[in-house]
């Protein structure tokens, strides 16, 4: 339960909205006293005259000054609108909670009967239930709040359902506290501060549909006047007058809004700020570079916002480089900053994260920068990222063959015939059996390994020269993980690329890649051929390698974990 | 979402069910043999047909509920009382209960909704007559409010996240709250005073011509436009984040393509659910901005009759408002349906 009161008052929001409250307060309690008789006096010789200096709104056609009669109107529009909420809610949460202890036959009756009431717009139903009030006062009151019973009373149903679920609710049923005991005891205290804010909620709705009610000739009759009725008056005489159908009209958006305002400051306060992105400092050098490389990475730092907005380095100095058909990994525990340095290098790191490095190219394009148009062409077909969860990462709403083809249709200008023709073969190369049918397909009927293979294919529809696999087979099974890795392995070999694979598995790593790159907290610590993991010096690496279970582990003793320091730490069973 | 247990009851208008689908499964209520999708049509007819039930239940009850005498309150005080007694026994309102009411539902059937006690037309041809202006006003609205907010919750969305135009994206979220608070009645007297009265640009009043109809058309479309540009705008956000909006990016595809073909089909189930509320809630309004601008539908009609006690009139006028709110609904659950190919709706 929050009390975000005194907090959401210390903004500059609240104290307006505090202002205003106290303002319309002092108007509803104080108008009839100070302008009840400017408002009733007649004048036939001020009829129907426009705003002056005694009359800032006008007159009306007896007469009467119209800003008197809307200061005055306030006490009886906001008593109304009031009125109909107290009808809404105690009605709605008579019915909400009703529903809620029913047995369950009645219960999803009741339900589906809110469920359709509430498929009604709010004014027919104040419309329906008029017609059985009249077009009175009260009657209008009355129709108002019966119009609101619906949706208070789903809301009461939806926040009480939650309560009732609860342990504490199912142990006062076992030691036999009644329905109304459950009630009385759990539910109402429970629901009570949300149903408080859209309490506030709904008087602002409630006053501008009182407002249209009386507009529309079916609330409060003359002689008596709420805001709704002198705007009907108003309207009448606009032409000589605008400002007489304007002022109830201002009366009545200014209330709603300091109602409104009431209501939201009452629940939450204004949530946090959000993120606020940094330009990147591209001290980086686009440049031809050297032909014999094809990514070239120089003192990359990459920090990111943390709540407070402070900025945190999460990439803390990294170069690297990556020749033509090389095969590199990258090895770290999570939050080793392994997956920013590739998405880096991508070039797909958010607008809230800030980049800062010497050199960071892909064939010599800058990748701290948006590239230009000729480069993004190059990027996109020369450039392939496959992602960890192929379900998240491919498009839910787009064929997995549309997801295929429009690489090589956009940066390629293939007619869609050939597109679809190379996506078959495409699908077909990574072992993907129909090629025809599962391009058709979308990702969600597709098994994980095979979107998998799909988003491979995916970056072979251009010309990659480098593909980045960012943890690519942590969401698959170990089976499937294999087929996964003998598809990216027969994609290099066929088409020469280079690969830079991002894993926590250094087993996997050194298994797959010619060069294995070691990260913790955001920097690189060691690099070593995949070949000569064993001869590696930095005890980080070490203790990875010792952490992996071979054939000889002794099985009676527990698994080796890695401590603070970086060492392997041998616990001993008690 | 609770479904009544009565549904689905009615012939089965769906093909053959192509079984179902491995990779999905289907929620134990549905029926075992059809699709999800024709499951979830069925489920969505049958409680139209339920709605319609209970509306069709409600408009006879109306008159039964009014307090005192409903003939003499429609027909005034100065009636003879062989007058009222005469008009009680048009409306049938001197025989039993369900006599009265199989009668209604037997003139339903055969489209008699009574004679007015006003005019002595007959209901159905009055509301023939008034019926097409309300559709047409609301389509529009519902037209310029579905083409203007897409573009603007898009780009906003956009400016927003690229941290470029984010001053300008702010403005534009605080010109949409402004203009969400504003109800559609309180906007058209506005605009009536500064495009008639100052301006003296637009016709203020009546039904016809196209001059005629912008002014309305504003007035009702305005505050749904703003409102579902917000929608489009938080959806849009949401989307920008996922990780296939990084794969598509990924591709370097040019903006177009990566804000049409990749991120608004999938906001668009959540923007054509915000807007069957709005077109329904847009229905609902013409009955306000019909008597700002004195046009002559079906919104005037219900005012009138309820002012005027011309107790036919209002059930037929009810009816017909209602029969409209529950076909725009199912129309939207249909679109959604075809639209949405994860049919994420149909588990509900």
Not at chain 1, 18 to 26: C, T
Not at chain 1, 460 to 479: F, Q, W
């Amino acid at each position: 339960m929050r009390s975000g009161l005194p907090r959401g008052l210390r903004g500059p929001q609240g104290v307006v909205t505090v202002l205003g409250a106290f303002a319309l307060l002092l108007v509803i309690v104080l108008a009839p006293y100070v302008w009840g008789d400017a408002a009733t006096a007649t004048s036939v010789a001020d009829r129907v005259q426009g705003p002056s200096a005694a009359h800032p709104f006008g007159t009306d056609d007896l007469g009467r000054d119209v800003l008197a009669r809307v200061l005055i109107a306030a006490r009886l529009s906001v008593l109304l609108a009031l009125g109909a909420t107290a009808v809404a809610v105690s009605g709605g949460i008579v019915l909400g909670v009703v529903a809620t202890v029913l047995p369950c036959p009645l219960r999803r009756l009741v339900s589906a009967f809110i469920d359709i009431l509430l498929s009604f717009p709010w004014l027919l139903l104040a419309l329906f239930f008029s017609v059985i009030w009249g077009a009175t006062a009260s009657g209008a009151m009355l129709a108002v709040g019966f119009a609101g019973v619906p949706s208070i009373a789903r809301l009461t149903y939806t926040l009480a359902s939650s309560v009732t679920g609860r342990d504490f609710v199912r142990a006062a049923r076992i030691v036999g506290v009644g329905p109304a005991g459950v009630i009385l005891r759990h539910v109402i205290p429970n629901i009570a501060p949300p149903m408080l804010v859209n309490t506030a909620a709904y008087a602002s709705t409630a006053l501008l549909s009182f407002a249209g009610l009386s507009f529309l000739g079916l609330g409060v009759q003359a002689p008596g006047f709420d805001w709704g009725r002198l705007l009907r008056e108003g309207i009448a005489r606009i032409y000589v007058n605008p400002m007489a159908a304007l002022g109830p009209g201002i009366a009545i958006v200014l209330t709603g809004l300091i109602l409104n305002a009431i209501g939201s400051l009452t629940g939450e306060s204004a949530s946090k700020t959000p993120l606020r992105p940094r330009a990147s400092k591209a001290r980086a050098r686009a440049g031809a570079g050297d032909p014999e490389v094809l990514v070239e990475v120089e003192d990359l730092r990459v920090s990111f916002p943390d709540r407070q907005g402070r900025l945190v380095e999460r990439v803390r100095g990294v170069s690297l480089t990556i020749r033509p058909g090389e095969t590199v990994g990258i090895v770290g525990a999570s939050g080793s900053g392994k997956s920013v340095t590739a998405m880096a290098v991508a070039g797909l790191l958010g607008p809230e994260a800030a980049i800062d490095a010497t050199r960071l190219s892909f064939q010599g394009i800058d990748m701290t920068a948006a590239p230009r148009a000729a480069d993004r062409r190059r990027l996109g077909l020369e450039l392939a990222v496959v992602f960890q969860d192929p379900l998240t990462s491919l498009n839910p709403s787009l064929t997995v063959g549309r997801q295929l083809t429009e690489v090589s249709r956009t940066h390629d200008g293939v007619p869609r015939a050939a597109a679809r023709h190379r996506a078959r073969d495409v699908l077909a190369s990574v072992g993907i059996a129909r090629p025809e049918r599962r391009a058709r397909q979308y990702p969600h009927e597709l098994s994980g390994g095979m979107r998998q293979r799909a988003m491979i294919g995916m970056g072979l529809m251009g010309r990659p020269r480098l593909v980045i696999a960012d943890e690519p087979t942590t969401a698959l099974d170990v089976t499937v993980q294999r087929q996964v890795l003998r598809v990216l392995r027969d994609a290099r070999r066929r088409t020469g690329s280079a690969i830079l694979f991002i894993s926590h598995d250094i087993a996997l790593v050194s298994g797959f890649c010619d060069r294995v790159l070691v990260m913790k907290d955001g920097q690189i610590v060691e690099e070593v051929a995949a070949a000569r993991l064993d001869e590696a010096r930095h005890p980080y690496t070490r203790a990875l390698v010792a952490c992996v279970p071979h054939m000889g582990t002794d099985r009676t003793r527990p698994l080796p974990v890695i401590d603070e320091s970086g060492g392997v730490a041998e616990e001993a069973r008690a | 979402m609770a479904i009544s247990p009565a549904t689905p009851t009615g012939p089965t208008p769906a093909g053959p069910a192509t079984g179902p689908d491995p990779a999905r499964r289907g929620d134990r209520h549905a029926l075992p043999r059809l699709s999800p999708r024709a499951s979830f049509v069925l489920r969505r007819l049958g409680r139209a047909l339920v709605s319609l039930a209970v509306v069709v239940v409600a408009t006879f009850l109306v008159v039964h509920l009014v307090p005192g005498d409903p003939v003499r309150a429609a027909l005034g005080p100065s009636a003879t009382p062989e007058l009222v007694e005469r008009t009680r026994a048009e409306l049938g309102l001197d025989q039993p209960a369900w006599r009265q009411f199989t009668g209604y539902l037997s003139g339903l059937l055969h489209g008699d909704l009574g004679v007015s006690l006003r005019s002595h037309r007959p209901v159905a041809a009055t509301l023939a007559d008034r019926f097409p202006t309300t559709l047409v006003l609301s389509l529009l609205a519902f037209l310029v409010a579905a083409l203007g907010a897409v573009p603007i919750g898009v780009a906003t969305a956009v400016a927003a996240r690229g941290g470029r135009g984010r001053a300008a994206g702010a403005g534009v979220s605080w010109a949409l709250s402004g203009l969400i608070a504003i109800p559609n009645f309180l906007l058209a007297v506005g605009l009536i005073a500064l495009f008639g009265v100052t301006l003296n640009a637009l016709p203020v009043a009546g039904w016809g011509g196209a001059a005629q109809a912008v002014l309305p058309v504003a007035a009702l479309a305005v505050g749904p436009l703003a409102y579902l540009a917000r929608i489009v705008h938080v959806e849009m956000l949401a989307v920008l984040e996922t990780p296939y909006m990084t794969t598509a990016r990924g591709k370097r595809l040019p903006a177009r393509l990566l804000y049409l073909r990749h991120a608004l089909p999938n906001m668009i189930t959540a923007a054509l659910t915000t807007g069957g509320l709005i077109l329904t809630g847009l229905v609902a309004g013409t009955v306000l901005i019909e008597a700002v601008f004195v046009i002559p539908g079906l919104g005037s009609t219900i005012v009138s009759s309820i002012t005027a006690k011309d107790y036919p009139m209002i059930q037929g006028v009810v009816l017909v408002y209602a029969v409209l709110v529950l076909g725009l609904n199912l129309l939207i659950d249909l679109v959604l349906a075809t639209l949405d190919p994860r049919s994420s709706i149909m588990e509900g």
